[in-house]
């Protein structure tokens, strides 16, 4: 494929950890002490907002923020950019078609997965436990 759709890879899977909330917030940190080595006013710049507390209690679903921006605004521009590269390179079928084959897959398994796998797997250990003794006991 070439250059162009690795690093459209890797623009996806940054957008894509950008959803995760332990990553996003350690991202935020790192580049905030970065640049604060560099110029401690655009650091202060990049703080998110503050937040009202209510009755003395933070509430307990905070939004996270990115280099002081809202999370989806880095979400939307790195998805954005990542489609782009991947129509640029060509690549966009290949996506298609693996994003295609791992739904069906997911669908196939979901579908022939039986109920209670688990109980019916330590039904038939005990039964093999119980004929295992019978031939030791020979």
Not at 72 to 93: D, H, K, N, P, R
Request: glycine share 4%.
């Amino acid at each position: 494929m070439g250059p162009l759709a690795i690093v459209a890879a890797l623009t996806t899977a940054l957008s894509i950890a950008f959803l995760n909330d332990s990553f996003a917030g350690t991202f935020n940190e790192k580049v905030t002490r970065t640049v604060r080595q560099f110029s401690p006013h655009l650091a202060a710049k990049m703080r998110p907002p503050l937040t009202p507390v209510i009755r003395g209690r933070p509430s307990s679903k905070r939004a996270i923020y990115i280099c002081g921006r809202p999370r989806w605004v880095f979400v939307l521009i790195f998805s954005t950019l990542s489609f782009f590269l991947w129509f640029a390179s060509c690549g966009i079928l290949v996506v298609l078609w693996a994003l295609a084959v791992g739904l069906l897959a997911t669908l196939i398994h979901a579908s022939f997965r039986t109920p209670n796998l688990k109980a019916r797997l330590n039904t038939f250990r005990e039964e093999f436990r119980a004929v295992w003794r019978n031939y030791s006991e020979l």
